[in-house]
C-alpha cells in the first residue's frame, strides 16, 4: 500500500481541529464543500441530481453526506453507506460550574460516556464546544468556541498524602475531577469569561444562555515510534472513522450511490434527534425515495460499513483477549462479531468485505470477545435495526481506548481507506 504520509498530516490536522462534536462537523463540512458537496439545510425543499454531491447536519453534531449515482436510479444503484459517531467519552462543563475553594478558581464537571478517567490528571487542558446567547439585536445565536491554549489542570494528589494512589483505588467523580483554571479571591463568573471569549471573536453578545462545553488535551496528535509506525490522539474512537470514511467518500470516484453518516451520542446510547438510534438518517431516505415501497427495494440495494474502533491485543494485557481473537496494530482492519448482535456483522457482509480487502492488497483481521466478558456495541446494530440494511461491523485496532490519549497503527488507517474507497465504487453490494 502507498505509504505517503499526506493523508495523516491531513489526519493530524483534522483531530488539532476537532475537540468537540461539533468542530468535527465543522471541519467535516469545510472539507466536503471544498470538495464539491452542496449543503442542503433540512429546513428547505431539496432538489437532487443524478451525479450531486450534497450533505446535510443536524445540531451542528451530526452530518450526513452523499452522492447520487450517475447512470442509474437511487432505488437501482442503493447506497454504499459507511456509519461512524463524532462524540468521545470527555469531560462535560456544568450549567451551574464555577467552584471557590482555598483560594483556587475551578469549574464542576460531568462525565460524558464511559470515560478512562486516570489520565485526565497532570494534562495541559482547554475548553471548546458551542455558546448560545442573546445578541445585541435581542435575538438568540449560537457559536463555537475553542480557547485552544491550556487554561487548566486536573492535579494528581501526591503519593505521600495518598499511600495507596498506586493500588488501584476508585475515582470519585464529583470530588477528584474538579480542574483548577487559577486562583482569586471570590468565585469566578463563568458565563462573563464565556462573553469575553465570543467578543473577542468577534461577536455581539448580550447575554449568555447556555452551553454544551467540554474540556480536553491541548497536546497535538502525533506520528510516534521509531519508525512512526503509530499514531496517538484524543478522540481517536471515532473520529478516526469519521476522517476515513469522509477521505474515501471525497476520493471514491464512483457512479454509484455513496454515503457517510456520523452520528453524535453513540457514547451515551445513541437516543436523541441527532443519534444513531434517532430517525435523522431514515428521514433524509424518506426524501430521497418517496414512496416507501421504492425506498425498500433501494435499501435492499444497499449495505452499512459501520465503523469504529476496535480493541488490539495489549501486549502486558494479552489475558483480556480470546486467544483466536486478538487483533494487532498496523496487520489490517477488524471485522467484529458477536453472537448476541451487539455487532450486526453477518457472515454475507463479512465475506464482501474480505473480498475488497483482498482487492486491495490488505488485511483483514476478527475480534470476538472473550466469552466470559462483556461486549460493547456501535452504530451498527441500531442503524441497521432502524433502517433495515445489512451492515457490518469494522474497526481499526487500537491501544487506551475511551483515555484522553489512544494510540492507532498508520498502516491500518491507510488500508482501511483504500477499502473504503473500492467498497464505495462496488457496482452491486
Not at 86 to 103: A, I
Not at 349 to 354: K, Y
Request: glycine letters at 8%; hydrophobic letters at 40%; one cysteine or more.
Amino acid at each position: 500500500m502507498n505509504q505517503s504520509n499526506a493523508p495523516l498530516e491531513s489526519l493530524i490536522r483534522f483531530l488539532n481541529e476537532s475537540p468537540t462534536p461539533f468542530h468535527a462537523v465543522a471541519a467535516m463540512s469545510t472539507r466536503l464543500e471544498s470538495a464539491g458537496f452542496e449543503y442542503l439545510n433540512e429546513r428547505d425543499t431539496w432538489n437532487v441530481k443524478a451525479g450531486g454531491r450534497y450533505y446535510t447536519q443536524r445540531n451542528g453534531s451530526s452530518i450526513i453526506a452523499w452522492t447520487m449515482p450517475t447512470t442509474r436510479s437511487l432505488v437501482d444503484s442503493g447506497f454504499r453507506m459507511v456509519g461512524a459517531h463524532t462524540d468521545s467519552p470527555c469531560l462535560r462543563v456544568k450549567p451551574n460550574p464555577e467552584m471557590h475553594r482555598h483560594g483556587y478558581s475551578q469549574l464542576g464537571v460531568e462525565v460524558y460516556g464511559g470515560v478512562l478517567l486516570a489520565p485526565w490528571f497532570d494534562r495541559d487542558l482547554s475548553i471548546a464546544g458551542r455558546v448560545s446567547f442573546k445578541n445585541t439585536e435581542g435575538e438568540l445565536d449560537a457559536a463555537l468556541i475553542n480557547f485552544e491554549r491550556p487554561i487548566a489542570i486536573i492535579p494528581s494528589l501526591a503519593i505521600h498524602l495518598d499511600r495507596e494512589a498506586n493500588s488501584g483505588r476508585a475515582i470519585n467523580a464529583q470530588t477528584f475531577l474538579p480542574p483548577i483554571l487559577g486562583q482569586s479571591d471570590e468565585k469566578a463568573d463563568f458565563r462573563a469569561l464565556l462573553k469575553t471569549q465570543l467578543e473577542e471573536g468577534g461577536h455581539s453578545v448580550s447575554e449568555v444562555l447556555n452551553y454544551e462545553l467540554s474540556f480536553y488535551d491541548t497536546q497535538s496528535a502525533a506520528l510516534i515510534g521509531l519508525d512512526e509506525a503509530f499514531l496517538v490522539s484524543a478522540r481517536l474512537d471515532n473520529l478516526l472513522s469519521c476522517y476515513m470514511g469522509l477521505t474515501a467518500l471525497i476520493n471514491a470516484n464512483s457512479d454509484e450511490g455513496m454515503l457517510l453518516v456520523c452520528n453524535d451520542h453513540e457514547e451515551v446510547g445513541s437516543m436523541s434527534a441527532v443519534g444513531a438510534q434517532g430517525p435523522m438518517l431514515e428521514h433524509l431516505l424518506e426524501r430521497l425515495v418517496v414512496k416507501s415501497e421504492d425506498r425498500s427495494r433501494m435499501l435492499a440495494r444497499s449495505m452499512m460499513i459501520s465503523a469504529d474502533n476496535a480493541h488490539g491485543i495489549h501486549p502486558n494485557f494479552a489475558d483480556k483477549h480470546d486467544a483466536n481473537h486478538g487483533p494487532l496494530l498496523n496487520k489490517g482492519p477488524v471485522i467484529k462479531i458477536n453472537a448476541n448482535q451487539r455487532y450486526a456483522t453477518t457472515d454475507v457482509t463479512s465475506s464482501q468485505f474480505r473480498l475488497l480487502a483482498q482487492a486491495v492488497g490488505a488485511n483483514v483481521q476478527e475480534f470476538v470477545v472473550r466469552s466470559d466478558m462483556a461486549c460493547g456495541s456501535t452504530i451498527g446494530p441500531i442503524t441497521s435495526a432502524e433502517i433495515g440494511v445489512k451492515t457490518i461491523d469494522i474497526g481499526v485496532p487500537q491501544f487506551a481506548m475511551h483515555s484522553i490519549r489512544e494510540m492507532a497503527g498508520t498502516a491500518d488507517v491507510m488500508d482501511t481507506i483504500e477499502i473504503f474507497k473500492a467498497f464505495y465504487r462496488l457496482e452491486n453490494v
